[in-house]
């Protein structure tokens, strides 16, 4: 069963009708219906506000990692294990084809159902999960493999294990070497990007969000909890934040947004999965152009100017 969210309610009542028109066979109701459809969609999703993008971000039906994996990967192998403690199921790594280009795909996956939530630890991954994604992009620069991160996480996790297993220096590590990878590299956040745990494998030759996507170094409800000490300011968390596709893209802290479909990923994955394709492709084909030292340089520079600022002469 579909899962709609509270400002959904309207699309949920038309998208029944038109159910049940076409049980009875009625096309002309359905055409009428399919219209009504198509404006309250435009009417609802073009008014969004950031806390509604960020339920959206969350959607229990929007597309994971492995969702893309097998809408768009031909041949996928997939990798397992740090060779030094464990496999991390949080992090998925899959060698394979995106439309006759050969990929290394790294990314975090949540899981559905309590069975494989629990098994995904709910996407928030262990070192072991980093240093997976480490050795297989070390594995892709080996044979010039490009790599494609799909970033979907609420963060690192923090349990005591975790710690005690270096969760900080796994982090720290990936920022280090994925700086200096010398593959083309591309990170997508799809769903949320929370705190390091985003980080890990979002230092890349292009970062992008989807439309309905977030990213953010804590969440809007730890933020809520940590400056007012009250939940139900969630909302004006979110906005603070700055979390959205547009604030980023404005602070020029990611390149670019994927128009994935209005109506949301969570409604339409193969029109997603379609919109993240067409975007790795092109970028793709840009990065290529570069030389090994151009795009070395221009990531070095891109990552060295965030969080610059002027001093105003006033």
Not at 42 to 71: C, G, M
Not at 76 to 103: K, M, S, V, W
Not at 287 to 300: A, G, P
Request: aromatic share 8%; charged share 30%; glycine share 8%.
């Amino acid at each position: 069963m579909a899962t709609y969210l509270d400002f959904e309610k309207k699309i949920k009542d038309i998208q029944e009708q038109i159910e049940a028109a076409k049980a009875k066979g009625d096309e002309e109701a359905v055409l009428i219906l399919q219209k009504d459809l198509e404006k309250e969609v435009a009417k609802t999703y073009k008014n969004l506000s950031d806390f509604q993008k960020l339920q959206l971000a969350r959607h229990p039906d929007r597309p994971y990692a492995l969702d893309y994996v097998r809408i768009l990967m031909d041949d996928a192998y997939e990798i397992h294990g740090d060779r030094c403690f464990r496999d991390d199921p949080a992090i998925i790594c899959y060698l394979g084809y995106i439309d006759n280009q050969r990929t290394m795909l790294i990314g975090e996956q949540k899981g559905r159902g309590t069975k494989n939530k629990l098994k995904r630890n709910f996407g928030m991954p262990h070192p072991e999960g980093y240093r997976k994604a480490l050795r297989a992009a070390k594995l892709a620069e080996k044979f010039q493999v490009p790599i494609l991160m799909l970033i979907d996480t609420p963060g690192a996790y923090p349990g005591v294990g975790a710690e005690e297993r270096g969760q900080s220096e796994a982090i720290a590590k990936n920022l280090l070497e994925f700086s200096r990878l010398d593959t083309i590299t591309i990170s997508v956040v799809i769903g949320e990007g929370g705190s390091g745990g985003a980080l890990a494998i979002g230092v890349a030759d292009k970062l992008a969000m989807m439309r309905y996507s977030v990213f953010s170094i804590i969440s809007p409800e730890g933020c809520a909890a940590i400056l007012w000490n009250d939940p139900s300011k969630v909302e004006q968390a979110t906005k603070s934040l700055k979390i959205t596709p547009e604030d980023l893209k404005k602070l020029n802290l990611i390149d670019d947004i994927i128009d994935e479909p209005l109506i949301g990923a969570h409604r339409d994955k193969e029109g997603a999965a379609k919109a993240l394709k067409e975007y790795y492709l092109k970028s793709l084909e840009e990065l290529s152009k570069l030389s090994s030292k151009e795009r070395l340089d221009s990531r070095y520079q891109k990552l060295i100017s965030k969080g610059a600022f002027k001093e105003s002469k006033s």
